[in-house]
C-alpha cells in the first residue's frame, strides 16, 4: 500500500483511526521510559502500546553467527512491521510477533487490537517511508553517546544477565549499524529529544540530566510562549536554533537543576489549557516506577501527551484521564 493510500484509507475507512505516535532511537535511549508514563497516564483514555523490536527475524543464538546486529534492517521483519502499522492505522488488529528481550528468544504471537491511541517504539519506526507515513506524530531520542552507552551497560548488566565487557563488545560491534540505521532516523522526527546535562552550569553526567525538545515545524505543537516568561526561565525557556540541516527550530530547554515547584507551575498550566478537569497525571516524570523522577522527562511526556489529547479532542472524542 502507498503512502497516499494509507492517508486515504485513514479518512474514509469505515473503523476509527487511533492516534499514532513514534518513539524511535538507539538501544537503551530512553524509549520505553518515556513510553511507560504516556502509557499509564493515557490508560483510561485508551491506549495501546508496542515495541518494534518484536519483528527481529532472529533470535539471541542464531544472531551470534550472523555479520550484522539486530540493527540492521536484514536482521528484521520490516515489510510484515509495515503491513502491520497500515493495519493498526486504520484500526485493524494484528497477529504480533514477540521477541523477549530477557533470554532472546522468539516467543509465540500475541492479538493486538487498537485502541484510540497507539504508541510504538523501538530501533525502526521511521527507517522507511511507509512506516512514516502511518504516524501521526514521530519522536527521536537523541541522547549523547557516552551517556547511552552508560545507561545501556547498567541496564543489560542489571536485567539481561551481560557481563559490562560484554555489552561494551556488543555495543563496538553494533556501531557501524547504528551509523548507518539508527541515527539517520533523527532527520524524519517531529520531536528530537536529548537528555544530558548542562556543561556550561557544571553538572555531572550522574546529575539529573535537563533536556532539549527540538519542535520541528512539521508537526502543530502547543504555544508554549503561553506558558513562559521571566518567571519559568529558572525551569524552562525556548529559543530559536538552527537545526542540523541549517534550517530554523525552536528549542526548549527544561532544566534538570530547577526545583519541582518552578517546573510544575509550568506543566499545571500546560495541562489546564486542554481544558481537562481531572488532576494532573502523576506517572509523568517516573525515570523507574515508584522511584526517582525528572522533571524534564515529565515535560517531555506532557508535550506529547498535549499532541494526543488535542488530537482526539479536534476529531470528536471524548477523553477522560483519571490518574
Known sequence: MS?????????????????????????????????????????????????????????????????FSPLHPACNYLGIMEQHLQLLATGEPILKPVYDHHDGTLDRPVLVEPAANVVVEGLLPL????????????????????????????????????????????????????????????????????????????????????????LRPTAPHPDLTAFLGEDTREAIHIKLIRDDDGKPVDALHVHGYATRDATRRVEEAIWASLGIHNPFPEELGEVEPGGLRSEPLAVVQLILLYHVLRARQFHGSELEIVP
Do not use: N
Open 3 to 67: 503512502t497516499k493510500s494509507v492517508a486515504i484509507r485513514r479518512v474514509t475507512g469505515d473503523r476509527p483511526s487511533p492516534f499514532m505516535l513514534a518513539i524511535a532511537g538507539d538501544s537503551a535511549a530512553g524509549k520505553t521510559t518515556l513510553t511507560r508514563g504516556l502509557v499509564e497516564a493515557l490508560s483510561d483514555a485508551g491506549v495501546s502500546a508496542l515495541c518494534v523490536d518484536d519483528y527481529h527475524r532472529y533470535d539471541r543464538d542464531e544472531r551470534r553467527g550472523l555479520p
Open 127 to 214: 527507517h522507511t517511508r511507509l512506516s512514516r507515513a502511518c504516524f501521526d506524530l514521530s519522536v527521536y531520542l537523541d541522547p549523547p553517546e557516552e551517556i547511552r552507552r552508560a545507561w545501556k551497560v547498567k541496564r543489560d548488566t542489571r536485567d539481561r544477565g551481560y557481563t559490562e565487557e560484554q555489552v561494551l563488545a556488543d555495543l563496538a560491534k553494533r556501531e557501524p549499524d547504528s551509523a548507518a540505521f539508527i541515527r539517520p532516523q533523527r532527520r524524519w522526527a517531529d520531536v528530537v529529544v536529548r537528555f544530558a546535562p548542562i556543561e556550561q552550569r557544571g553538572e555531572a553526567e550522574r546529575s539529573l540530566l535537563s533536556a532539549t525538545v527540538l
